[in-house]
């Protein structure tokens, strides 16, 4: 018998309700149940990032969370960060400055992003920047351009 839960979450803003055996992770239930293929699945074991999501707004690795850790809470992909197919501000940085080559760990730079930069307040310096970034393994950019990104994007929306 397969220990199975109702659960709520919202994701991306729409609701869902979805049945899911306890030991899912949200990783599996974002992708292969409700159809969020952006949250990449890299190593599995939290190490390269490439399945961050924000849950209630911090970036969490979504291969480390069980689908029922999430029951009431409001869980966002990279799917979420573009308005129809207007990209957002970070994504378009990410394009400009060519932080993404082969586009595997894009997604979770891009929500490990998103947070950071939800929580600035001024333009942080490179050695900052690179720091948060440290937390996700990309193995094509260098990280430059990802740097490079993050901190144009600081400084626009720093005004």
Not at 50 to 76: E, H, K, S, W
Request: glycine letters at 12%; a negative charge.
């Amino acid at each position: 018998m397969k220990d199975i839960h109702l659960i709520a979450l919202t994701v991306n803003g729409k609701p869902h309700e979805i049945v899911v055996e306890s030991r899912r992770t949200l990783a599996d239930v974002l992708r292969h149940d409700l159809g969020y293929t952006g949250t990449h699945i890299g190593c599995e074991h939290g190490i390269c990032g490439a399945c961050t999501v924000l849950l209630d707004g911090q970036p969490v690795r979504a291969c480390l969370i069980f689908g029922v850790q999430a029951d009431g809470c409001d869980v966002r992909t990279v799917e979420g960060l573009a308005d129809g197919e207007e990209l957002s501000d970070l994504q378009k940085a990410f394009s400009r400055c060519h932080g993404l080559q082969c586009g595997f760990c894009t997604p979770g730079f891009l929500m490990l992003s998103e947070a950071y930069l939800s929580e600035q307040d001024g333009v942080p310096d490179e050695s900052e920047v690179r720091e948060v970034m440290a937390a996700n393994i990309c193995r094509c950019t260098g990280y430059q351009g990802i740097v490079e990104a993050v901190r144009q994007v600081a400084e626009e929306r720093a005004g």
